[in-house]
């Protein structure tokens, strides 16, 4: 396949892993950050300037303001024939948004919805699209670059919003399979009987109908403190799960486990919530967020 020169823009915890995995498959990454220490350039108009048209340039920033102020720059950077892709977590409808802003421009928007956390550099990402094929064919280097090996892993859903809409789907029913965990977890450590629940964790990692990468988390997670007697119970939400839910009440589909998962964060923020100990430990482990400690 044809190598390609790629702008990355955001090194963060998943950008500069993303970064390498590109860099591994053979194509060149010109990257910026606002942290000099591991930018490749000195800011987006020398980004723009270090690749040939027609460019491609993929954004990885928190979703909001920030992935609004750098479409905005490239606005004014970019030429007709460029492609944008925002690789963050942004919201659907702002991608549609910023898809008419640079079409005025002639310039191509892709949203690529990406999951993978910190363990994306070793065994790939997954990654929903949304976009026209014309501009969706042109990154495919890169996707096959980012994906994990294999047949999966790779979708392109459908039309600009779509891949991002999966993800939050995705991140919805991620809630949660965690908040089933989490209270299982707990009733298992309620009762006097049970005095191994770690292994009783371990156990279903092998046969049976609930094994699954969170599950093994799970158990990574009790392996480094068995109890997680380390642990605040409070659990952040990063917005996808109140994205999910108001999606849901606007097209009238009912989602009861989501909701409910999503309202039992909101409860973490009260007390100490057991539940909510397991919830952080999963996210911390799949994703390197935060946790409070005690």
């Known amino acids: 396949m044809a190598t390609m020169q790629l702008g990355l823009i955001g090194l963060g915890k998943m950008g500069g892993n993303m970064r390498e995995r590109i860099r591994r498959a053979g194509h060149t990454v010109v990257g910026y950050d606002r942290n000099p220490e591991v930018s490749d350039v000195s800011g987006l108009a020398e980004l723009v300037e270090k690749l040939e048209a027609p460019r491609t340039i993929w954004v990885m920033v928190p979703a909001g303001a920030a ?11 970019l030429e007709a024939g460029d492609v944008v ?13 910023h898809a008419k802003e640079l079409a005025t421009k002639g310039i191509g928007f892709v949203d690529a919805g990406v999951s993978g956390g910190v363990w994306g550099l070793e065994n790939g990402y997954a990654l929903m699209v949304g976009g026209d094929k014309e501009y969706v064919e042109r990154l ?6 980012l994906k994990p090996e294999g047949p999966y892993g790779y979708v392109h ?6 891949g991002h809409f999966s993800k939050m789907v995705h991140n919805g029913i991620e809630y949660a399979m965690m908040q089933a965990y989490a209270e299982g977890w707990e009733l298992l450590e309620k009762v006097d009987s049970v005095d191994n629940v770690r292994e009783v964790y371990r156990s279903w990692q092998d046969g049976t109908v609930i094994r699954s990468w969170l ?14 007697d380390k642990l605040k119970g409070f659990a952040q939400d990063s917005g996808e799960g109140r994205w999910t839910v108001e999606a849901a009440v606007d097209h009238a589909v009912p989602l009861p486990a989501i909701t409910a998962s999503l309202f039992a964060r909101f409860a973490s923020r009260q007390d100490d919530s057991p539940q909510m100990k397991m919830i952080a430990a999963l996210r911390n482990q799949f994703g390197g967020h935060a946790v409070e400690s005690k």
Do not use: C, M, Y
């Not at 495919?140 to 670059?145: L, S, T």
């Not at 859903?157 to 779509?162: E, H, Q, R, T």
């Open 157 to 162: 859903a459908g039309k600009v919003g779509a």
């Open 215 to 228: 599950l093994d988390l799970a158990v990574n997670a009790l392996d480094s403190d068995e109890h997680l």
């Open 85 to 97: 892709v925002d690789g963050g977590n942004s919201r659907w409808t702002d991608d549609e948004q």
């Open 67 to 77: 992935t609004q102020s750098v479409v905005d720059e490239l606005g004014g950077l």
């Open 140 to 145: 495919q280097p890169i996707f096959e670059a």
